[in-house]
């Protein structure tokens, strides 16, 4: 079992930054794959970037690009997501989640077996 739990999200206003965090407990060697998504209200949820643990790669959505940066702490057990130049669209519910396999396409939802409760970011034009 792995527990998720997200802290960090906020209002900000547009051009704005906030960084995630997500804490990892319980059998985290587990993990292979960490990722954040988002859902929006009316949407789908989707992936906005993810990280492979054991190297370290990443990858991002074409829509944060050069904006987010994902990164995870030196003992793999808290994964951040810092976030720049925020927008109005990239308010959403964010969730962090987990993946034990080792070959995954890493913005896909489907692919996690654990998720967290989310956390709120709400940014204002």
């Known amino acids: 079992q792995v527990q998720l739990v997200e802290s960090g999200g906020g209002s900000v206003q547009a051009g704005g930054s906030l960084r995630l965090s997500c804490t990892a407990s319980g059998h985290t060697y587990r993990i292979y794959y960490m990722g954040w998504f988002r859902q929006a209200p009316g949407k789908e949820r989707e992936g906005v970037a993810a990280?492979?643990?054991?190297?370290?790669?990443?990858v991002y959505a074409d829509s944060v690009k050069g904006r987010f940066t994902i990164s995870q702490d030196n003992y793999k057990t808290t994964l951040y997501l810092l976030m720049n130049s925020l927008k109005p669209e990239d308010t959403a519910m964010y969730y962090c989640?987990?993946?034990?396999?080792?070959?995954?396409?890493?913005?896909?939802?489907?692919?996690?077996?654990?998720w967290g409760q989310g956390t709120q970011v709400t940014v204002s034009s």
């Open positions: 989640a987990a993946g034990l396999n080792t070959k995954i396409d890493p913005l896909r939802d489907a692919e996690y077996s654990y």
């Open positions: 990280i492979y643990t054991y190297g370290a790669s990443t």
